[in-house]
Nanobody
Framework: QVQLVESGGGLVQAGVSLRLACAASGRTSSSYAMGWFRQAPGKQRAFVAAIAWSGAGPDYADSVKGRFTISRDNAKNTVYLQMNSLKPEDTAVYYC??????????????????WGQGTQVTVSK
């Protein structure tokens, strides 16, 4: 099992950028794919972005494509989510997650094995 801790959330105005980080500890020698999900008040947790262990094939939700970038630094056991041109509808608690299920659909939350505690991102108009 891997432990995940998110950081970097906050209150920002629309149009600015924010970078989230997710630090992994524990069984980090495993080849985990990493994902970011978000949950807005009154809504279900939704896929945002995912990246394989090698860094290949980043995938994004349509709502963030072109604005958000997921990346990882395996030497630091950290995955990042660079969020540009933030909109009020991006307001949510953002969670990072790790999946050891090779070849699984990383857009599905049940395919992840470990989750962080979440970090709040609030975007004002």
């Amino acid at each position: 099992q891997v432990q995940l801790v998110e950081s970097g959330g906050g209150l920002v105005q629309a149009g600015v950028s924010l970078r989230l980080a997710c630090a992994a500890s524990g069984r980090t020698s495993s080849s985990y794919a990493m994902g970011w999900f978000r949950q807005a008040p009154g809504k279900q947790r939704a896929f945002v972005a995912a990246i394989a262990w090698s860094g290949a094939g980043p995938d994004y939700a349509d709502s963030v494509k072109g604005r958000f970038t997921i990346s990882r630094d395996n030497a630091k056991n950290t995955v990042y989510l660079q969020m540009n041109s933030l909109k009020p509808e991006d307001t949510a608690v953002y969670y990072c997650a790790a999946s050891a299920r090779y070849g699984s659909n990383l857009k599905i939350s049940s395919n992840y094995d470990s989750w962080g505690q979440g970090t709040q991102v609030t975007v004002s108009k």
